[in-house]
Nanobody, 124 residues
Framework: QLQLVESGGGLVQPGGSLRLSCAAS????????IGWFRQAPGKEREWVSC????????DYADSVKGRFTISRDNAKNTAYLQMNSLKPEDTATYYC?????????????????WGKGTLVNVSA
């Protein structure tokens, strides 16, 4: 069964850090770009970050640039999102997704596989 599984979410205070993981099973992520998206309660899903299949290319939404870092370990078939200096407005369910086309990575419609999400709650 092809699936992506996110982990690492939880409750954290403002200014804190979390590292999310996105592990693939049933297929190799080696040739796919990986994207992270998030959806806050009552809001539409928004793109957060993308990384190319080799890890040589990365992109970030302006809202997280300088605070979040995307990475991947193809040997472990896993991608990561390191989130620092977290703010209450970062509270959302975070999803990872995969696509063979890096140029489509910023678009929900461009992603082929999705995880079920992990909840990040930034609150004092």
């Amino acid at each position: 069964q092809l699936q992506l599984v996110e982990s690492g979410g939880g409750l954290v205070q403002p200014g804190g850090s979390l590292r999310l993981s996105c592990a693939a099973s049933g297929f190799s992520l080696e040739y796919d770009a990986i994207g992270w998206f998030r959806q806050a309660p009552g809001k539409e899903r928004e793109w957060v970050s993308c990384i190319s299949s080799t890890g040589g290319g990365t992109d970030y939404a302006d809202s997280v640039k300088g605070r979040f870092t995307i990475s991947r370990d193809n040997a472990k078939n896993t991608a990561y999102l390191q989130m620092n200096s977290l703010k209450p407005e970062d509270t959302a369910t975070y999803y990872c997704a995969a696509t063979p086309a890096y140029r489509l990575c910023v678009l929900s419609e461009g992603m082929e596989y999705w995880g079920k999400g992990t909840l990040v709650n930034v609150s004092a």
